[in-house]
Structures are given as structure tokens and as C-alpha cells.
């Protein structure tokens, strides 16, 4: 009977031993964040800009140690500028790797396909490049470092009017979101209290190529320029063909035209396009100097805006789980304090719908180069 008891008690002791060691096994050392975004497709570009910034403050997270002891892992997945890419990728994300947290979308489309998936499931997402105005409510869990399209109109149309002295202007929209959005709130602003006029409006779609029909209607409405709400892809392309149809109107373009695409299409051509852009990389504060100086380092080129608006979703994410671990209830009520935060992109505060703002410079392209107007 003795023996048979210290055979039990050893049975217990063991199996004690192995639920540890496998509950051991179980903790995480590791702490993922989903990324969604553009990894290839007309976006791909951007998508790059995007892991060029989350990799360096990846890497700088990691290197001090990770979050509480815990290496931060990154989960790429690519939404190929696609909503509906967009929802696959962010619901494998969520029940397959059981991510809490998302940094994601340039198309604004994608993010408003996800919102409610993140509302209902309480995951925080963090945009770095979307713009349409909607996204303000799209939910408590949604924020993004980078501004709406609401901020940047009124800059830009003051400007054209006022500084450039045109009063008519022909626009040209990609059919997003994003594109509609500022679109009416153009013509709303540069109609409205400005008092200037758009003679003609045209749309296009993600993956067109071909913009000479559209080009052919807009300029014999005789605008003195052409504003064209899209992507550097879509910029390039157009301003392109354009020139190539002998059409010698100036072209503005939205922010999202900063980007090596509009230089490898147009080449010269794209010289003397004016556009907003909600950051300044030729800013003397110091942290945005850092980072700059960091980018080119690791790089061999100076960072764009959506590589900093990526670094700084991280950075400040993982601020968040040093407090809260990975309680989304706990970093959501983290972000929203979060203000006049020193970043790459420069100082950032979320406001009550998890917007930021930024002050917005005007620029253009010369001599191969995006350069403050």
C-alpha cells in the first residue's frame, strides 16, 4: 500500500510538472500587431514607404527589449488596395493569429470595410495613410496618424485661389472614398466661400491606365488647371498622357501624389505640380530631425510622409501596451489622452474621434525633387 501511494504521489508530481511546463509554453514571449496595406498593386509603393517606417521602429522597440520583456512581432498582410482583400486579411489576422491590434490601410475604402468588424470585435486599428472624412466615425476603436482630406482642402483652395489667382478648375477624381469625399468637399469650398469655379469633374477608377478620354472632355472646358484627386501612380500616368496630347494646363494633385511612381511615369514631366502635404520633411524639430537622420541611414533617402505616419502608429501603440499589456479597452481609453506628442511626423494629438491634425505645408515637384512651394 505504501509503495502504491508513493507511486501516486509521483504520478501527481509529474503530471504537476508537465501542466506547468506546458502552461509555461503557452505564455506568449511575444506580443503580435497585425499590418495591413497596400504590399503590391498600383499602392505598392506607399505599402513600401509603410514597412520602411514600422521596420525602424520595430527594430529600435526590439533592440531596448521589446514591451515588459516581450518582443514586438509584426504580421504583414497584404490588402492589394482592396476593401475586399482588406476583410480577408484583417479576419485572418484576428482568428487565425489572434491579433488585438492593427496599423493599417492607405485606402480609406479598406479602413471603412474593417471598422466594423474592429467595433464589434474591440480591436484597435491605427491608419496611417487614409483621409476620407468619414473615418471620424467610424468607431472608438479607430484612429489614424494621419489627417483627414477635410483639413488639407481649405489650405489648398485658398491657395490656388488666392496665391495662383485661377479661378476655374477642372477636376479629376479617383472613384474611393477617399476621392468622393474630396471631390464634393472641393467643389463645396472652392465654389463656396471662395468663389471660384469648376467647369468640369471626371472620375477613375483604382486600376485604370488609360485617362485620354477623360482628358479629351475636361480640357475643352478650358479650366486653368487641372486638379487631380489620386494616387502618384495615377498622377504620373495622367499628367503623362496629357503632355502627350499637347494639353499645357498646370496640374495640382491631393497628398498622395508625393511618391516615386509620379517621377519613374512622368519623369520631367511631372515638374511644376503643385500639392498640400501634412508633413514637413525639412522640419528642424528635433525629434522629426532624428528620425530623419535615422531613415536615411538605414535607407539611403529621406523619409516620406506615410513611412513617418507608420513609425509613429507603432512608437505610440506600443506606449500603450506598456501601460494597459493588450487590454484594447485599456489602449483605447491610452490613445485618446494621447497629446502633443512628439513624433515623426510631427506633434500629434487624437482628438474625441481618434483624428489628428497637422499643420499643412504647399509643395511642388522641381527638378525631379518634392520641394516646399
Known amino acids: 500500500m505504501k509503495k502504491l501511494w508513493i507511486i501516486i504521489i509521483v504520478a501527481i508530481v509529474i503530471i504537476g510538472v508537465v501542466f506547468i511546463a506546458t502552461q509555461t509554453k503557452k505564455e506568449p514571449g511575444e506580443i503580435k500587431i497585425g499590418v495591413l496595406g497596400p504590399l503590391t498593386g498600383v499602392r505598392a509603393m506607399g505599402g ?66 474593417v471598422a466594423p468588424i474592429a467595433e464589434q470585435q474591440r480591436i484597435i486599428v491605427i491608419g496611417y495613410g487614409t483621409q476620407a472624412s468619414k473615418i471620424s466615425d467610424a468607431g472608438d476603436y479607430i484612429f489614424r496618424t494621419q489627417v483627414s482630406s477635410i483639413e488639407e482642402i481649405p489650405v489648398t483652395s485658398e491657395f490656388i485661389k488666392n496665391k495662383l489667382d485661377i479661378s476655374k478648375i477642372a477636376v479629376l477624381y479617383l472613384n ?46 478650358n479650366p ?51 500639392y498640400p502635404y501634412p508633413y514637413d520633411v525639412e522640419s528642424e524639430d528635433k525629434d522629426q530631425e532624428a528620425f530623419r537622420e535615422k531613415y536615411k541611414v538605414r535607407y539611403g533617402m529621406l523619409p516620406e510622409m506615410l513611412a513617418a505616419n507608420a513609425y509613429d502608429a507603432l512608437k505610440i501603440l506600443t506606449q500603450s501596451i506598456e501601460k494597459c499589456e493588450q487590454n484594447t479597452e485599456c ?29 499643412i505645408i504647399i509643395k511642388k515637384i522641381e527638378n525631379g525633387k518634392f520641394i516646399r512651394y
Open 331 to 359: 489602449i483605447k481609453e491610452f490613445l485618446y489622452k494621447v497629446k502633443g506628442y512628439h513624433g515623426a511626423s510631427g506633434l500629434l494629438s487624437f482628438d474625441n474621434k481618434g483624428d489628428v491634425q497637422k499643420p
Open 48 to 113: 513600401t514607404y509603410m514597412r520602411n517606417g514600422l521596420e525602424l521602429a520595430l527594430e529600435e522597440i526590439n533592440s531596448k527589449g521589446g514591451i515588459r520583456g516581450k518582443q514586438i512581432k509584426l504580421i504583414y498582410e497584404d490588402d492589394k488596395y482592396e476593401p475586399s482583400v482588406a476583410v480577408s486579411g484583417f479576419r485572418k489576422l484576428v482568428e487565425v493569429d489572434g491579433v488585438k491590434m492593427v496599423i493599417g490601410f492607405q485606402n480609406s475604402s479598406c479602413l471603412l470595410a
Open 176 to 221: 474611393t472614398d477617399y476621392g468622393v469625399e474630396y471631390k464634393d468637399a472641393l467643389k463645396s469650398t472652392f465654389e463656396g466661400s471662395l468663389q471660384g469655379k469648376i467647369v468640369a469633374i471626371d472620375s477613375f477608377e483604382v486600376e485604370t491606365t488609360d485617362y485620354r478620354t477623360q482628358l479629351g472632355k475636361t480640357i475643352q472646358q
Open 224 to 274: 486653368q488647371a487641372i486638379f487631380i484627386i489620386g494616387a502618384s501612380k495615377h498622377v504620373g500616368m495622367i499628367v503623362k498622357q496629357a503632355k502627350e496630347l499637347g494639353i499645357k494646363t498646370g496640374f495640382i494633385a491631393s497628398s498622395p501624389v508625393e511618391g516615386e511612381d509620379v517621377l519613374t511615369i512622368a519623369g520631367p514631366l511631372a515638374d511644376d505640380i503643385i
